[in-house]
């Protein structure tokens, strides 16, 4: 009896080592379902106004604090969030303070991004102007902007994802997240 299962083992062993021809799958990533693109305005007691993206929704930053115009405007389907915050200034020296802590911001990544692609912005019949800076790399962030009227408002935002990421993995909802960012700074109106 022992004999038989022994020779039944082996056999099962010899029948395994048959040369197929194994091909290991490559890594899969999630399926993404890219809804329709569709836009509505965000119009309220901030002083200014923009177009977002139906499939977000725009959210104060603190709840207690509603005077500062700090937004977040969540990407539902995609679990990002773009943060974006106000501030007014009175004089060039104020903007470019305002100008320098956005661009200290934007190359901190520096550590981690390949590279910084600046791409300059500007909308004359809103009367506005900026820059979107792509990060490209694994950082925190892939992209960071301002934008500003160049006499009183100044508008700044850094796009996130809410979990941990590659950016091989994340790179077409990146892409198709980016559009909505610079349809939102296009659409910039000042009050």
């Known amino acids: 009896m022992r004999t038989g299962f022994i020779l039944i083992l082996i056999l099962l062993g010899l029948n395994a080592c ?29 002083p200014f106004s923009f177009l977002y993206p139906t499939y977000a929704e725009v959210k104060n930053y603190d709840e207690s604090d509603v005077q500062n115009y700090w937004y977040n405007i969540n990407y539902l389907p995609f ?17 470019d303070s305002l100008f320098d802590d956005t661009r200290k911001l934007a190359y901190k990544h520096t550590i981690k991004a390949d590279e910084i692609e600046e791409t300059e912005v500007h909308n004359s019949s809103t009367g ?64």
Do not use: C
Request: overall charge positive; hydrophobic content about 35%.
């Open 18 to 46: 048959k040369n197929n021809n194994f091909t290991p799958k490559p890594h899969g990533y999630p399926r993404v379902y890219y809804p329709i693109k569709a836009y509505q305005i965000f119009d309220s007691n901030a």
């Open 79 to 95: 679990n990002a969030t773009l943060h974006i915050s106000y501030k007014s200034f009175k004089n060039r020296n104020q903007f």
């Open 128 to 191: 506005t102007s900026g820059i979107i800076y792509d990060l490209k790399g694994n950082t925190a962030t892939n992209l960071n902007f301002y934008v500003s009227d160049g006499k009183k408002h100044f508008l700044r935002g850094a796009l996130y994802f809410n979990a941990k990421t590659t950016n091989d993995s994340i790179l077409p909802v990146f892409n198709f997240l980016r559009e909505d960012v610079v349809k939102m700074i296009e659409s910039t109106k000042w009050k």
